[in-house]
């Protein structure tokens, strides 16, 4: 039985000029696991919230054509009746949540329909989200994992046959997006619900979804079971996504006729065991080694000791006897899962905040005694959230501040420079909060080196971006590494872990549990496991393949495993 | 003398009290007292209780009856467990509006006749203040609107209160990050001289004021998202349905404890007007 009939939907936001859905029929089957990927811009969103009813109910616009979701025309229906047939979890899912406590966010909306048993609906849907007994914790107790699985919780219990989710996982380290993923898949297959997400992470869609929907320009391209739809490698490159590793590798392969033309590629590592099974591993001796011997330490960390204050009960200690040493021109990745002390590392290196003890030493000097604002000119952090950058009202006077206050001489010459390496120039009189994610990622990594700081620290640099806008960004990471000596990415991108850091530290419950190469790390299976490392798809893969295999790339892989 | 007050304000404004502090502070006395015995109270009796103690001793000037009420809301606070800040601003604010005279007249050679006025007004200032701490900061939001509503408040309002506790955290950790981009990129004048520190005080506040330009225009990107999932959640629907307002104050119960709460009140109450008769 189909839950969602749609016929020749178009719509056009209020004053677009063009319409963004364009003349779109589809048909979803009850029980479906439905991925829907596509450019940025192609109208996934607005698609989405055609179906609870928003638009043309709350949004209103030019709305031509018929929606039918679990039997009801939305156009006859009103929001209410709509929300209880599909729910809907916003990407900036944070922003759903409107009550303080967990029980409270969770059985508001059935509350609000007047449903008697709310309170039973609220606690169903909290077991059914994996939150059973967090039911009296306030929100902000909980981690960004958990305050997903709450907005999604929220949805859940008005019991919808329908959840529709923005891009889940964008957020997330691994260890959540796999939980969010492990609760949807429940509620698929246990519980018959009809799930569509919005996703970028195609190894995600190989793992988890039935059928996967292309759009294009207001438009559907095409609706196919997964393993058909992922392997069109070429037209979902096309449209910037990037089918999963192992899916690129063995296309590849084809391609250069080294797998016969007859296979059907392979989506999942355990597909790519069996198509990849006739390569055998050549070991290969360029393996990338941290040139040169130790430099100079730049940052030291002493016995380092800093605690949040809680609004209950005992400080949370984040860092307890902290000691690392930081040496010049090292390209650091910092990774742990949410909450492990990343963001506070940076923040104690640029002096926003001051260990309860110890002393962490810049260049030599103790950075107790000396104010945040000299310390701009050796370090500099961009943030996760790049629109707290953004103090002034164009990117060209954001990028200029700190030197115009400074009085470098020829700043404005500078900025033009930087705004020209970023590719900034033509939106140098936008507001940052207005461009684009890619956009305002590159301006606040232009903030972020606008004084030629020694050492650079960046907080989760591709988190909330698209694969292509990603790989952008890794592209402009590695153009800065001749421009910036020292760097530190927070981040829980394992491929960019793996493409651009020379040396990775582990942190898990602020302790450093591992410090070394990618080999070290990735190669070691005690700690992937302990802290719950997702290596790149590929990496795992070539494991899968031979256990002596450490590819990191494609590229590598392709190299290292060849025909018999 | 002078110069010192200045560098410790100076400095206080964004290094002592940061936003982190005000923040957590917030944050405790919304939430942070939620298993103290002023707390588990039923919210409609402690505001019947309010509209006496917060309105009875402006009409009253008898001695006795107003050291009492004082008293009691003295009790009521402590076993409220009210954050630091929350007294601190108390006290300096008792102490601006009638406290400074009272010392003032003491000095100057005031008697008992001119004493007693400014001790009975301070009192009563202090009084009405207490009871407000005691019921606004005692009770956590979502119980004080819910009160509210049973007496008559509109829907809007207590959700109000409740929502904008939910977001204040939000705002200030937004609003502490754009300061804090603002003291990692600005350059400060020097304030090792006096005029230095002058100039640096009007530096922070003129960046504060700075700093909410883009806080607003950042709460009004996040608020869309708000706006839309308040809209599913039938915020608008519950608001017209009388039956929610019910299902919503069901949950509120008069106990023993309540009863008790209000006995001992009056009867303590009762004493000092007996106090005031016999002497």
Known sequence: MNIIEIENLTYSYPAAKSPILKDISLQVEEGDFLAVVGNNGCGKSTFCKTLNGLIPHFI?????????????????????????????????????????????????ACLNYAMEDYRERGLEALSLCGLQNREEDYIWQLSGGQTHLLALAGAVSLRPDILILDEPIAQLDPGHADKIYGVLKDLNEKQGKTIIVIEHHTEYIADYCKHVMLMKDGKIVWKLPTDEALRRVDELKECNIFPPQVTIAAHRMKTEGRLPQEQPLPTTVREGKEAFQALKYKASSASKRSEGGQSEPVVSFRDVSIAYRSVKGDDRMVFDRLNLEIRRGEKIALIGSNGAGKSTLMKLMVGLLKPSEGDIILDGENIRKKKTENLSQKVSLVYQNPEEMFIKDSIKADISYAMQVRHVENYQERTQKLLERFRLTELQERD???????????????????????????????ANLDIATRKEIMQTLSDMKDITETVMIATHDMQLVCEWAERILVLNQGKV??????????????????????????FSMGQALNEKALCYTVDEFMQSFVEA | MEIKVKKKLSENILEKISIDFLRNQVLKNAYGNDDTVIAKLDPRILLVWYLFVGLVPWFVNDLWFLMACFLLVLVTTKLARVAGLVLL??????????????????????????????????LKVATCSLASITVFSGLDPDRLSNGLMWFGCPERLSFSISYAYRVLPMLMEEFQNILLSYRMRGNPPEHETFTGKVKY???????????????????????????????????RYAAVNKAVKKMKLSTLKVTYNDLLFLAVSFLWIALSILASVIF
Request: proline share 4%.
């Open chain 2, 201 to 235: 005080l009007f530096y922070q506040v003129k960046v504060i004021i700075h700093a909410f330009y883009p806080l607003m225009l950042n709460t009004a990107k996040r608020s869309r998202t708000t706006v839309e999932a308040l809209e599913i959640k039938g915020y």
């Open chain 1, 513 to 538: 549990v591992a410090d070394g190469t990618r080999d070290e790390i990735f190669g070691n299976q005690a700690v992937v496991e302990t802290v719950g490392i997702r290596p790149p798809e590929i």
């Open chain 2, 89 to 122: 601003l108390f006290a300096v604010g008792v102490f601006t509006q009638t406290g400074y005279l009272l010392i003032v007249s003491l000095f100057f050679g005031g008697n008992a006749s001119t004493v007693m006025p400014l001790l009975i007004l301070t």
């Open chain 1, 60 to 108: 209103t616009g030019d709305f031509e054509g018929k929606v039918m979701v679990g039997g009801l025309n939305t156009q006859e229906s009103d929001v209410g009746t709509l929300a209880c047939k599909a729910g809907y979890v916003y990407q900036d899912f944070e922003n759903q949540i409107v009550r303080p406590t967990v029980l409270d966010d969770a059985s508001y």
């Open chain 1, 432 to 462: 940052g909060r207005l461009l684009s994610g890619g956009q305002m990622r590159r301006a606040s990594l232009a903030i972020g080196i606008a004084l030629n700081p020694g050492i650079l620290l960046l907080d989760e640099p591709t």
